[in-house]
């Protein structure tokens, strides 16, 4: 068979005017993960629209599309265009499971939660003549799962080609969290075993990894074992977390003596009456402050994820975070506006109270108000959203962080990384249309490795990103 695999891209992704460097971070795995089950006469293609043009001149007999709820409408527009040229198409992915009557339109067939039991059973039923028109995940389980087809990933488009994900969901349950409907009627959380995750990493080159579980540490004992089993491999690894597993008696020391560098942790809230209201209950109890300290005291950056417009939110919320953030040194900080995605609990209770605005799902990207918040106008929680950023990502707030730290290398370290993501987004631009993006990745290694006081390796690589800019600014 000719098998065509997409991701649609966002439409900033693919802006004439500007290239945001989060589309070039990662590959498709999910893709690449599926693309393991064909056979080997198969002619096979990935085409990621984040980071190339997506070429409609081919007929393949095969199409498959992987959907989120702002890509949802170009991924129609895709599916339709080679279902109208008689071509076999599938759909999967996040808003396929929250939507089905919705997806089902637009494709042959569409898959509801994870792939892993799903996907081998309808490959047999196509290639039989006979494949249904959903596929409803029942058996969860990553035992038995083909090696990722990493040659089909076109690594150079990347910042993180080693990016890998070993274990699936999450054992939480929050009300506003989009993956909770996806692992409906089933297991919400399974990992891989330790030896085949270790195995996944001995395949990849270089030393940085990016493990794209949405809660890595959720099962203690499965992470204390893969970080044991990292020993001694020199790698340096970024990852997401909870508060919760921060906290967990060392296991943070395990994760930084394998290479742990950068941590994406879920505060979300920085008000106790929200964390209860959204059923975040891992958070409650939990003190942030001292999850901050324990992370920066193993040398690991904090990446605070911050949401906008709970029920007990008022405009002082914005400024309240952000403070917090800046005196807890936290590196970088992502900020969103609360977003009933369809298919959480959130979702349900706002379309009740009739507070939802409208089914633009282009709008459901976490920079709009889609609902009318209880504490401010929708115009409030905007404008706070980009003030909230603007703060955090001034020189002068930077600078205040990056001088909190106890030693010179670790000032200078906070200073090249939060320039590096938030303050040179004209070299990012440059680097992404040029095609050149992995050539930034000696630079994110030497960052996340730079421990010693102006070490030549750290002095030169914050040199090559000033250099790199300048580059891009002139062009």
């Not at 919705?102 to 042959?108: C, I, L, P, Q, V």
């Not at 089933?186 to 794209?212: K, M, N, W």
């Not at 930034?440 to 490795?449: A, C, G, Q, S």
Request: hydrophobic share 40%.
């Amino acid at each position: 068979m000719k098998i065509k695999m997409i991701l649609p891209a966002l439409t900033e992704a693919t802006s004439p005017f500007f290239r945001p460097i989060k589309y070039s971070l990662f590959p498709p795995i999910g893709l690449a993960t599926l693309a393991g089950y064909f056979d080997s006469g198969d002619e096979v293609s990935i085409t990621d629209e984040h980071v190339e043009k997506l070429n409609f001149d081919d007929n393949p007999d095969l199409v498959v599309i992987q959907a989120y709820i702002t890509s949802a409408y170009r991924a129609y527009r895709i599916a339709d265009h080679y279902r109208r040229q008689g071509t076999y198409v599938v759909l999967g992915g996040l808003h396929v499971t929250s939507l089905p009557a919705e997806a089902a339109a637009h494709a042959n067939t569409i898959f509801l939660g994870p792939g892993e039991d799903t996907w081998p059973q309808f490959l047999r039923d196509y290639r039989a003549g006979a494949p249904k028109r959903f596929y409803q995940s029942k058996i969860r389980t990553l035992e038995g799962m083909p090696p990722i087809r990493r040659d089909l990933i076109r690594r150079h488009l990347y910042l993180v080609p080693n990016s890998l994900v070993v274990s699936r969901g999450c054992p939480h349950s929050c009300d506003f969290c989009y993956k909770d409907a996806f692992f409906h009627g089933g297991c919400s959380y399974y990992t891989q075993s330790v030896d085949a995750a270790l195995a996944e990493i001995e395949r990849l080159p270089g030393r940085h990894i990016y493990f794209l579980d949405d809660n890595l540490f959720a099962n203690p004992e499965f992470a204390a074992a893969l970080f044991d089993g990292m020993r001694g491999m020199g790698r340096l690894w970024q990852a997401a977390g909870t508060v919760k597993s921060v906290l967990t008696p060392n296991l943070m020391e395990k994760a930084a003596a394998c290479g742990l560098r950068s941590l994406f942790v879920g505060f979300e809230t920085i008000n106790r009456k929200n964390l209860q209201a959204q059923h975040k209950i891992q958070n409650l109890d939990c003190d942030y402050n001292r999850a901050v300290r324990r992370l920066h005291d193993h040398g690991i950056m904090v990446n605070g994820s911050f949401v906008f417009g709970m029920d007990k939110d008022d405009e002082g919320v914005f400024g309240h975070t952000v403070d917090w953030a800046l005196s807890q040194a936290i590196e970088t900080a992502t900020f969103h506006i609360l977003t009933p995605y369809p298919g959480t609990r959130l979702h349900a209770r706002m379309k009740e109270q009739g507070r939802i605005l409208h089914d633009n799902w282009d709008l459901y990207d976490t920079r709009h108000c889609i609902f009318r918040p209880a504490g401010m106008s929708a115009e409030q929680l905007e404008a706070g959203y980009w003030r909230a950023y603007k703060e955090f990502y001034r020189w002068e707030s930077i600078v205040r962080a990056a001088t909190t730290k106890e030693s010179v290398s670790g000032c200078l370290r906070h200073l090249a990384y939060v320039a590096g993501w938030k303050k040179f987004e004209p070299l990012w631009d440059f680097v992404i249309r040029a095609k050149k993006v992995s050539t930034m990745i000696p630079w994110l290694e030497r960052v996340l490795e730079g421990r010693k006081p102006f070490s030549s390796k750290f002095l030169q690589a914050t040199k090559e990103l000033v250099d790199m800019s300048r580059v891009g600014n002139a062009a």
